[in-house]
């Protein structure tokens, strides 16, 4: 699964790339609660992507080994996305709810991005 890995890898530091972003706009402009609410989506997203990531990997040694295996991780990664939730909806003056949910979804948004450039490279 190193082609896995390879992609992980780049989403990483695309996503990465993204929080310094959200963190200089956090910084530098009145828009405090919105991009602190992309980060802590962001870093959610992230954590989820790497558990599904860390997830698939078992799962295909698994397989390959011929035992079985739990499943993907689908409650740890909910549970981590409403631990999200509640610290927005506790701290509503610190986090925008909105901004939250969009950076909940930034991991997906980036591996269609990548994806769509990786199809469009091949393809030359």
Known sequence: MPELQQMFNRHRKY???????????WGF???????????????????????????????????????????????ARMAASVLGVIIVIRYPETFHLLSFIIGLMTAYIVIMIDYFFHYVKSNK
């Open 15 to 25: 996503i990465f790339y993204l929080l310094a972003i959200y963190v200089l706009g």
């Open 29 to 75: 402009t009145e828009y405090k609660a919105i991009f602190l609410g992309l980060v802590l989506g962001t870093a959610i997203s992230l954590f989820n992507h790497w558990l599904m990531v860390r997830r698939t990997v078992k799962l295909g040694d698994a397989v390959l080994e011929g035992k079985k295996t739990r499943s993907l991780g689908t409650a």
